[in-house]
Nanobody, 115 residues
Framework: QVQLVESGGGLVQPGGSLRLSCAASGFTFNNYAMTWYRQAPGKEREWVATIYSRSGGMTGYADSVKGRFTISRDDTSNTVYLQMNSLKPEDSAVYFC???????WGQGTQVTVSS
């Protein structure tokens, strides 16, 4: 079955970096766009970034993360990454991997930015 497993979250100080990973299985990974969302306590889930398939790795970012976050994918290992730099307290949230075409979510990984 389709499965997405996120990892790499944790506690980091403001200005620090983290790299999230999402390992995918159960579908032909390189055929699908992959997306990261996040949800902070008391807030709606919000889109963070998307990377398209077989289009030169075209990407898109929410304005709130543009220039600080980078989404990438490795089609040989069926993994999508989110490199997060210059982290701010407002980036604290549970981060989810999502396949829009399959409407499938991962379980999420917690990111906390705090001193």
């Amino acid at each position: 079955q389709v499965q997405l497993v996120e990892s790499g979250g944790g506690l980091v100080q403001p200005g620090g970096s983290l790299r999230l990973s999402c390992a995918a299985s159960g579908f032909t990974f390189n055929n699908y766009a992959m997306t990261w969302y996040r949800q902070a306590p008391g807030k709606e889930r919000e889109w963070v970034a998307t990377i398209y398939s077989r289009s030169g790795g075209m990407t898109g970012y929410a304005d709130s993360v543009k220039g600080r976050f980078t989404i990438s994918r490795d089609d040989t290992s069926n993994t999508v990454y989110l490199q997060m730099n210059s982290l701010k307290p407002e980036d604290s949230a549970v981060y989810f991997c999502y396949v829009p075409a399959l409407n499938t979510w991962g379980q999420g990984t917690q990111v906390t930015v705090s001193s």
